[in-house]
């Protein structure tokens, strides 16, 4: 009878502990799988980000891309209309640069412009009215012209060189002078600021009376 009720005993204990096993094997397990929907959920966020980012990068390179558009809108370059008779000041004074010679004098003459941005390229007409008669002043073949840029208020100048009547024999009176401005047809009428000048022998050469091209 003992040896009986030991072995039922036994009995009894190794199936108490056969059935805690396979129930502590599935409280292990239930962490782990709980753990690994949240490992999942977490990387699908991760990649929802980065999409986001990829789309704001696209949008940087789409605004960079309008610059060269404007830059070449504004590259245009408007070459500006020779300078008119009716948009220039012309104005006339005693020229005080230094003279080639002692015996010379000169006279300046200046265009203020009242308009737009205008160009003033070459040599001016003017014409002397004398004591002697009519007068075209020549210009000087030993300096070549320019284009001359003005804007609005801006001066351009020009000389006219001529030698002065040596004292004790007659020169020629400057009444009037007419000024036509390069490239022009119409023109103004100044008086004359300088003194006689030099004509026939007391002239003395060729280069007695000439004028310079316009410069500023």
Not at 80 to 105: F, H, K, R
């Amino acid at each position: 009878m003992l040896v009986v009720t030991g072995l039922a005993l036994t009995a009894c204990q190794g199936s108490v502990s056969g059935s805690a096993g396979p129930g502590a094997s599935q409280a292990a397990s239930a962490p782990s799988s709980a753990t690994a929907p949240g490992s999942t959920g977490g990387g699908s966020s991760s990649g929802t980000t980065g999409s986001s980012s990829g789309t704001t990068g696209s949008s940087s390179g789409s605004a960079g891309s309008k610059a060269p558009a404007g830059g070449a809108s504004g590259s245009g370059k408007v070459t500006p209309a020779a300078c008119t008779t009716a948009n220039l000041i012309p104005d006339v004074s005693v020229g005080e640069a230094t003279p080639p010679e002692s015996d010379m004098a000169s006279v300046t003459v200046t265009f203020g412009n009242k308009g737009d941005t205008c160009t003033l390229n070459g040599f001016a007409g003017v014409h002397l009215a004398t004591s002697a008669g009519p007068t075209d002043v020549p210009r000087d073949g030993r300096k070549k012209p320019s284009t001359v840029t003005l804007a609005k208020a801006q001066i351009a100048t020009f000389t006219i060189w001529y030698r002065t009547n040596p004292k004790g024999h007659p020169g020629d009176k400057v009444t009037t002078m007419t000024i036509t401005p390069p490239g022009e047809t119409h023109s103004v009428k100044m008086n004359w600021p300088g003194v006689e000048f030099a004509t026939g022998a007391d002239a003395g050469g060729t280069d007695t009376l000439y004028l310079e091209p316009v410069s500023m």
